[in-house]
């Protein structure tokens, strides 16, 4: 087994090359052990530690990283690790930011689905690297990023998910106006208390009043 110190250094040197699936107590002590690091040089980025190191998340590193194996194997071409993060709230269950080669993981939803997220969401995010990668901007659900599910990850291209958000779901707060109740946000919410912004109804053009 890699102890972490050779990981990083192995990553550093070709973290785009294709690697033997990571055991995830190996995972566990380089996510704990290693700052966030993205090399200057190979544009490779070294896996975030920016998380309690739970079962599920390494688990999600891992499936990472065995996914860049696959789409390399299957493409014939070397892809640069992304940033991994499990810091994404609200009801999205994971994002892609194409441009910082980051992806960001709901770690709500991934205690209540983890077999969705290892099988769907994973492959789901990663595509959208791939895609940017291989063929520049393109519809984010675009053709290119079915084929990719579907040839790479024989995985079928779903553009959104249907877990239950409820542990997620934002509160609101009810309001008033001429018009009857209004539910506003709670982040709208807290600036009407700090004195920050009063809102008006689009109808009936009353201010707000807090129920």
């Known amino acids: 087994m890699l ?13 785009s090359k294709v690697l033997a699936p990571l055991a995830p107590s190996t995972l566990a002590a380089f996510a704990l052990n290693q700052p966030l690091l993205a090399s200057k040089t190979d544009n490779t980025a070294v896996h975030s530690h920016s998380f309690s190191g739970s079962s599920l998340q390494i688990q999600i590193l891992e499936r990472v990283e065995i996914c860049y194996q696959e789409a390399e194997i299957a493409l014939k071409r070397a892809f640069p690790r992304p940033i ?11 994002t892609a930011h194409l441009q910082q080669n980051r992806l960001r993981f709901n770690a709500v939803l991934l205690r209540e689905n983890s077999e969705a997220f290892l099988t769907e969401v994973v492959p789901h995010e990663i595509c959208h690297l791939l895609c940017f990668q291989l063929f520049g901007k393109t519809k984010p659900h675009g053709k290119e990023w079915q084929s990719l599910m579907l040839t790479v990850f024989k995985v079928k291209p779903s553009t959104t998910h249907s877990f239950n958000t409820t542990s997620v779901a934002s509160k609101d707060v009810e309001y008033r106006c001429d018009c009857g109740p209004i539910r506003l946000s709670i982040r709208r919410h807290n600036k009407v208390l700090r004195g920050e912004s009063r809102y008006i109804c689009k109808r009936c053009k009353a201010h707000l009043i807090a129920a």
């Open 3 to 15: 102890k972490p110190a050779d990981l990083f250094n192995a990553l550093r040197r070709g973290g």
């Open 84 to 94: 991994t993060q499990f810091s994404l709230r609200g009801k999205s269950a994971g």
